[in-house]
């Protein structure tokens, strides 16, 4: 069953705090916990970091299309989820990142 999950709110403006020093030089996407409307509560989102000269480019692209392709893999210590994120798809700034998660390592985030 294909799951709607399109975002139904209009346009806004979301202010995350500032990262910490050890994550300032982070490039590519992350899967990390926030909540923007208390009354759906904690959810699952993804924060893509580029470096700054790259920023504006992505900006500029209406609507931003983001799509995620995933799968599974099999390996020696557990098995390793990816998902490549397709961003800015279709449009001139279209690019590719990819995330590995690893389910038994300790730092990987939980139901993932």
């Known amino acids: 069953m294909r799951k709607v999950n399109h975002w139904t709110r209009g346009k806004r403006h979301f202010v995350l705090p500032p990262l910490p020093k050890d994550r300032k030089c982070e490039h590519g996407c992350r899967l990390c916990r926030g909540t923007f409307d208390s009354t759906v509560g904690e959810e699952v989102y993804i924060r893509f970091m580029e470096e700054p000269n790259f920023v504006a480019?992505?900006?500029?692209v209406s609507p931003f299309r983001l799509i995620a392709h995933t799968g599974?893999?099999?390996a020696p210590h557990g098995p390793?989820?990816?998902?490549?994120?397709?961003?800015a798809a279709g449009s001139a700034q279209e690019t590719m990142?990819?995330?590995f998660i690893q389910t038994?390592?300790?730092r990987a985030p939980p139901h993932f």
């Open 57 to 60: 480019a992505y900006e500029q």
């Open 72 to 74: 599974l893999v099999p």
């Open 80 to 87: 390793v989820v990816f998902i490549v994120w397709q961003l």
């Open 97 to 99: 990142v990819e995330q």
């Open 104 to 106: 038994r390592h300790r």
